[in-house]
């Protein structure tokens, strides 16, 4: 059996982060700067910090920025392997594909992880769990108010996965798959090859058909999907806060975290776990909350921006407020506008100024 310290994982980086968007027209969501390096800098210190060693990453959508990024990843103390997808071959087919480049034999456990969870779980315990049970795959699952945008997966008593229900809308209950498995490699060669699978539609329901042992790590640990605007700009600002530690964090938590190369007037506010990106410029009396401010970006003074994010190069103009928005690379909102509550800007667009304002008598 491998020991702890020699673990492989796939991590699935493949899909297009279209809730993502305008971020992910030009980043893959596991490359958005977060809390100061990319996503996946993240997760792969925490892999890492488990005993995982190699990964292999199973990539589709720009798969060329991962190792441009990351190379072998010897500077993270990882060995890091990229397979690419031609066509997207889903979740499970992605899983198949890269199971190829895997070395652990057959009967030992290989983590699988989506590549766009933060979480805050102890995989020493799941492995555990995969071990003592004896499992062919051990899923963590988490508890959500909303398991209808999940995978929701019933347990039996013993602990063992009833049914996996993808993005129903009756979920019977709200426990819900977290995104992180943990194998037993040879269950992998089960999945077809060469086509595209749904892990969750196909996979793990055919598993549990045919009677394979599927066990359930059930916890309450920190766990967020950075997969929509809001849940990524809020994983960013909890990094930054230290509500979930990061070994990857390039800084000590605090309420902000500035990037060298950037600059804050000296009477400007940038608070409640903002990251601020390298040559970035927040201007006199200006006021950033909450937020994720990509490299290279100017915030105008006086302009007010909370729980938003702002890809490179964005410009942000005078008294401008922004609430719950995404500025997309390179566009510039003139002075004075007002964009809230989930307004997304294409990149590369200009907005005169004074254009949008926000009318609360509607
Ligand atoms: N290689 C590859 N190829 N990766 C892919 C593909 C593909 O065709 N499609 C998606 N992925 C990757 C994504 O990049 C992401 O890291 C991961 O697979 C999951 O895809 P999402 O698109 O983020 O799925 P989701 O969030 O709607 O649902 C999944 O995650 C939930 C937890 O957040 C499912 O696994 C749910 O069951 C689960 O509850
Ligand atoms: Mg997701």
């Avoid at 072998?72 to 071959?89: H, I, K, N, Q, T």
């Amino acid at each position: 059996m491998n020991p702890p310290n020699k673990l492989e994982a796939i991590v699935l980086v493949g899909g297009r982060g279209t809730r993502l968007r305008p971020l992910t027209v030009t980043v893959p969501k596991p490359m958005l700067p977060t809390a100061g390096v990319p996503f996946l800098a993240h997760l792969f210190a925490r892999a890492r910090a488990a005993g995982v060693t190699r990964i292999v990453l199973a990539t589709c959508y720009r798969s060329e920025t991962f190792e441009e990024s990351f190379g072998d990843g010897a500077g993270l103390g990882l060995e890091l392997e990229y397979v690419r997808e031609d066509e997207p071959l889903g979740t499970g087919g992605g899983i198949r594909n890269a199971a190829s480049w895997l070395r652990s034999g057959p009967d030992e456990p290989v983590l699988v992880l989506n590549g766009d969870i933060l979480s805050g779980h102890d995989l020493g315990a799941q492995l555990a769990l995969h071990l003592s049970s004896d499992a062919d795959v051990t899923l963590h699952l988490t508890e959500v108010p909303e398991p209808g945008r999940f995978g929701c997966v019933p347990t039996e008593p013993s602990g063992r996965v009833a049914a996996f229900l993808e993005k129903t809308q009756r979920p019977v209950t709200n426990r819900i798959n977290a995104g992180c498995y943990i194998f037993r490699r040879s269950v992998l060669s089960e999945i077809p090859a060469g086509r595209a699978v749904s892990a969750e539609r196909e996979t793990f329901p055919a598993l549990i058909e045919r009677g394979a042992r599927l066990m359930a790590y059930a916890d309450d640990a920190y766990w967020l999907d950075v997969g929509t605007p809001s849940t990524f700009v809020r994983g960013s600002c909890d990094l930054v806060l230290g509500c979930l530690e990061s070994p990857a964090l390039p800084g000590r938590p605090g309420e902000a975290l500035l990037l060298p190369g950037s600059s804050v007037a000296p009477d400007a506010v940038v608070c409640g776990g903002s990251a601020v990106g390298q040559g970035s410029v927040v201007g006199p009396g200006a006021r950033v909350e909450g937020s994720v401010v990509f490299d290279d970006v100017e915030v105008g003074p006086g302009a007010r921006v909370r729980g938003s994010a702002l890809a490179r190069g964005a410009r942000v103009g005078d008294e401008t407020v922004l609430d719950g928005a995404v500025v997309g690379e390179g566009s510039v909102i003139g002075p004075g506008n007002e964009l809230r509550h989930g307004a997304r800007v294409w990149p590369d667009v200009t907005l005169p100024a004074g254009a949008i304002r926000f009318s609360s008598d509607l």
